[in-house]
């Protein structure tokens, strides 16, 4: 794109981007898991422990607690951390090898509302460094905070930083910083959107 220059890191979003995921799939294996009615599953999840989870307010000890005492049935670390996972999809391989080829140009990390955990779920191999997680930064986009340290932590100027996310007011907050943002709609869209910045 004229008058900016090349992006020296790339961040990507993980949820609805790199690993795709629908809400639904967290319900069902609640269900499956507890034996609950639909009914109990939403409203477990309608309560936040994921919300405080991703803003580092809680950890997976406290996951399994609160799983335990809301189904009666024990739950340790391990599985709630795999229960809260249910959500995603099979991670968008085409696009992470995509985002391996342009760690050529530029540094390629992540910038993302979850917990740490969800490294797990990182198809082997692949590399985001350096990863930004709200359970880290405490704080959620598009908050401008976020964006403050994750600008802080890479020491970068604004326009240099490229950031690709699918929600609208994420984009929105970037761009009104002074990054690159692209919205993610489906990766023939984001190929051409990058090809337009001259990459990969």
């Known amino acids: 794109m004229s008058g900016r220059p090349a992006p020296k890191a790339i961040l990507f979003d993980l949820g609805g981007v790199l690993l795709p995921f629908d809400q639904e799939r967290r319900i069902a294996a609640l269900m499956e898991r507890f034996g609950c009615e639909d009914d109990a599953a939403r409203a477990f999840m309608a309560d936040g422990i994921h919300w405080r989870i991703s803003l580092g307010e809680a950890d997976e000890r406290d996951l399994a607690d609160v799983f335990t005492a809301a189904f009666g049935r024990r739950v340790d670390e391990a ?10 999809e099979t991670p968008n391989h085409d696009l992470w090898d995509l985002a391996g080829s342009l760690r050529a140009r530029a540094l390629v990390g992540g910038f993302s509302d979850n917990p740490r955990f969800v490294e797990r779920l990182f198809p082997a191999g692949a590399v985001l460094d350096p990863m930004f997680f709200s359970s880290e930064l405490r704080v959620f ?6 964006f403050a340290a994750v600008e ?38 984001l190929i051409s959107d990058l090809a337009a910045r001259g990459l990969p």
Request: net charge negative; hydrophobic share 55%; no cysteine.
């Open 141 to 146: 986009k598009p908050q401008p905070e976020a």
């Open 152 to 189: 802080a932590a890479l020491g970068l100027p604004r326009e240099t930083i490229l950031f690709i996310d699918d929600t609208a007011a994420n984009v929105d907050a970037a761009i009104a910083r002074g990054w690159d943002a692209i919205r993610f709609t489906t990766n023939a869209a």
């Open 79 to 88: 599985e709630a951390a795999d229960l809260l996972l249910t959500v995603f």
